[in-house]
């Protein structure tokens, strides 16, 4: 049973151009979801999070949108560059519960120049 | 700053054999750790974590074991290798109060023949 799903699997998109990677939950009890991102070869990278008391969450290019009645969030990235082409993981945790860190399948996008 | 260590960087073992895989970390004192698992092209899948020395919870049951003999280190291992096995062993540490927000070590990649 997979309990986060992200979708597309993969996506491409234009330099400058903004991506959007979606992500919806099951487990109510979720209360906190960091992405990450992993480039080939390498360990994943925290790239910025949210906790459900918030709707959105902005880091410079990065902004997450968080829907919590429809269990939805979205990661998005804009003025894309070549440098951001990379694997998006989508997590969810029940903060302040167990420790487990459930991940989503993944996104894999690629920014063309 | 914090540094994560894992070793091997790489094994090739054969199906049957015994695994110590190895993580530690500097610059952080009483770390959460995690040992995550990782099939190529695949999601994460966390395997154990622990939040104090001698201390270790199993998330998922993969015929492999965890320890933490010391506040900065964390060792996966098995007697036995499977073929299933074969993937990126990865570890990750977080801070006591916030599981959600991990870092990763720099992994190291498992061949089971």
């Known amino acids: 049973q997979q309990q986060v799903r992200q979708s597309p699997q993969s996506l491409t998109v234009w330099e400058g151009e903004t991506a959007i990677l979606n992500c919806s939950y099951e487990d109510s009890t979720f209360n906190y979801f960091p992405w990450y991102q992993q480039f080939p070869g390498e360990g994943p990278a925290l790239l910025i999070s949210?906790?459900?008391?918030?709707d959105k969450k902005e880091d410079g290019r990065f902004t997450i949108f968080f829907n919590k009645r429809e269990k939805k969030l979205s990661l998005h990235i804009t003025d894309s560059q070549p440098g951001d082409s990379a694997t998006y993981f989508c997590a969810a945790t029940n903060q302040g519960g167990s420790a487990k860190l459930i991940f989503g399948e993944g996104t894999k996008l690629t920014v063309s120049s | 700053a914090q540094t994560i260590h894992q070793w091997p960087v790489a094994e090739i073992k054969a199906v049957g054999s015994p695994l110590s895989l190895g993580c530690t970390i500097k610059g952080k004192s009483s770390p959460n750790l995690y040992w995550y698992w990782q099939a190529t092209g695949g999601t994460l899948q966390q395997l154990f974590y622990s939040i104090t020395v001698g201390q270790v919870e199993s998330v998922v049951q993969l015929n492999l074991s965890a320890s933490r003999p010391k506040d900065d280190q964390f060792i996966l291992s098995t007697e036995k290798l499977l073929l299933s096995h074969s993937g990126f062993y990865l570890c990750?540490?977080?801070?006591?109060?916030?599981?959600?927000?991990?870092?990763f070590g720099p992994g190291t990649r498992l061949t089971v023949l």
């Open positions: 990750a540490w977080s801070r006591g109060d916030n599981y959600a927000e991990q870092f």
């Open positions: 949210i906790s459900s008391v918030s």
